[in-house]
């Protein structure tokens, strides 16, 4: 237990440094564009072809339960809903914390390993600036831009089912899908990513910058980085959305 | 007090009773010595004595648990932030596998603490660059990125990237492990070239002890985290300790 709480305080210290660095020069732009589009446009596809499938597959379902009760018009406007508030942030987040926590874990555990972290010091560069600020506001940043991509593919997605099924067209579609969606649904959840997108940063830059095991650490800092990034951003999204609704009784559905 | 300033004017680094332990292994026991501005210390041992351990208590990476370590007139062991990036500027270290940054390239791995450290144009950081690099042999390989250089190349792309700042104190390891006798000679060419022609002092860390003797002017030879023999060639080959004698003697 009380290597549990020395672990959990320790990552809590780690990503207040982060926020604290965040607001002083020297501003690591340069890197943390680089890191903008390794863990943003780079997560693009995936982000997309997720997206896709699972409207899809979720409009399939929805419509066999909503054909026994005459309401196959509420199709689109449940697929919306149903993305915008929950599956797209939380898929969005899982996937991220798969494909670039445990890349952010490996490529620093590995500097680590190989002393390019001690090579950065010696040069007077404070290394956890330079290394990991950037990565944890990329991950900040990129997060809802992808949730956004991840909610609109899935919407199309959904379109696409029910374009075989019902021949309904696009406007129709698109007009159903936001008739009940306002911004108090539509803007926290969306934010919401901005939090999963910190713990996927500082958690897998954590194990990567901390790991001090050769390169047996590296593959065990890419595990644990996508291991508990998840958990705590479901751990996390059980908490926001009770903030949420708190914060926009309007939300609450 | 007096005898510390006068001792840091005449040396560029000196370790004051440095202990260091990692759990219940001690590295290194009540270790002093001192290296004067302009010569070479080379430290030999075997392997696991606590040579590498050494260089990084130099430049801070570690931090001794007992014991100061005077760095030309500060003691590094008490300093933080910007005291201590302003010690380290007068640092270069050579790492044992030359530590680049493999996300950049040749170029940028030596331009980035140029753009970063001082208030240089591009020009003349690019100036900057290709001059070191032709010091060391790799103006041509300049675009290339690490995974796409020999041992013996990376291991000078390491030493062009420590001298890119033109350090009054330059940290080396190993430098001639993994190479052929011709290219370790090389390198131990560029670090003479170095104390010699720019009066850099240096603290070399190696098992050879041809190079050694080519290079260093003081030898301290560590076995099980103590300094077991100290001073010239000829002082370390008369010292009553056998591994002493026979980690410095050529034959």
Known sequence: MGSILEFLGSLSLFGWRVLKDAFFPPFELEMFGRQLVDIGAKSLLLITAAGIALGTVMAFHTRSSLVTFGATSMIPSVQADAFFIEIGPLVAGLLVAGRVGSGIGAVLANMRATEQIDGIESLSIDSFKFLVVPRVLACILALPILTLFMDFCGVIGGFMSEYFSSHISFYLYITRAFSDLGWANFIPPVLKTAVFGFIIGTVSSYFGYNTNEGADGVGRAATNSVVLSSLLIIVADVILIRCIFFLFPDSAI | MNETKTSSEKNAVRFE??????????????????????????????????????????????????????ICSDDITQL?????????????????????????????????????????????????????????????????????????????????????LEPMVLLVDEPSSGLDRITASEIDELLLKQKEERQTTLVIVTHDVHGARRVGDRFAVLDDGHLIGYGSAEEVEQSENETARKLVSER
């Open chain 2, 17 to 70: 009773h440095v202990s260091k332990s990692f759990g219940p292994k001690q590295v290194l026991a009540d270790v002093s010595f001192e290296v004067p501005y302009a010569q070479a210390l080379c430290i030999l041992g075997r392997s696991g004595m606590g040579k590498s351990v050494t260089l990084k208590l130099s430049i801070a990476l570690m931090r001794p648990d007992e014991g100061r370590i005077w």
């Open chain 2, 80 to 164: 933080e932030g910007k005291p201590l990036s302003e010690v380290r500027r007068k640092m270069g270290f050579l790492f044992q596998d030359a530590a680049l940054f493999d996300s950049l390239s040749l170029y940028d791995n030596l331009a980035l603490p140029l753009h970063r450290l001082t208030k240089r144009s591009w020009e003349e950081v690019e100036d900057s660059v290709t001059k070191v690099l032709k010091q060391v042999g790799l103006e041509k390989d300049k675009a290339k990125m690490p995974a796409a250089l020999s041992g013996g190349m990376r291991k000078r792309a390491g030493l062009a990237r420590a001298l890119v």
